[in-house]
């Protein structure tokens, strides 16, 4: 899981490859368990891709979703495409435990707490129970 060859866009911590992608922890303690999917081929904009990819890509982002939900017991994981900042294709996933969140009807990016690095046994945890769950289920 190196860096992009033509835009450099490189995961923090890498978890596990998928179909089309890559997962890898954001590494927000606000947010346990919150990741990067990062499709392995460069593209710039979500709307330019293929057919295929864009249902690979999905493929890929339930997997990560279900294996998520199911290290961090977050009722749900919210999911992000924006494209502002690195122009490379990837989504944001963001497991939401409303009792552990002040703002748990908002938007994670409403969220008033300081974004802190996930650091220790808590993020190795996280990582090796996803990747232990995503590399043997394929």
Known sequence: MSACSQCGFELWRPIAELEVSDL?????????????????????SFEELPEDLVLSFHRDL???????????????????????????????????IPENEPKPG????????PRVTLLGSEAKRIVHELHVILTSSQ
């Open 62 to 96: 339930r997997r990560a979703s279900e294996a998520i939900r199911t290290v961090t017991g977050a009722h749900r994981v919210n999911f992000a495409v924006l494209g502002n900042t690195v122009p490379h294709v990837h989504g944001h996933l963001i497991p939401r």
């Open 106 to 113: 908002s938007s994670p990016w409403d969220d008033p707490r």
């Open 24 to 44: 890898g922890l954001y590494s927000d303690e606000r947010f346990p368990g919150r990741c990067i999917l990062r499709l392995r081929e460069h593209w710039e």
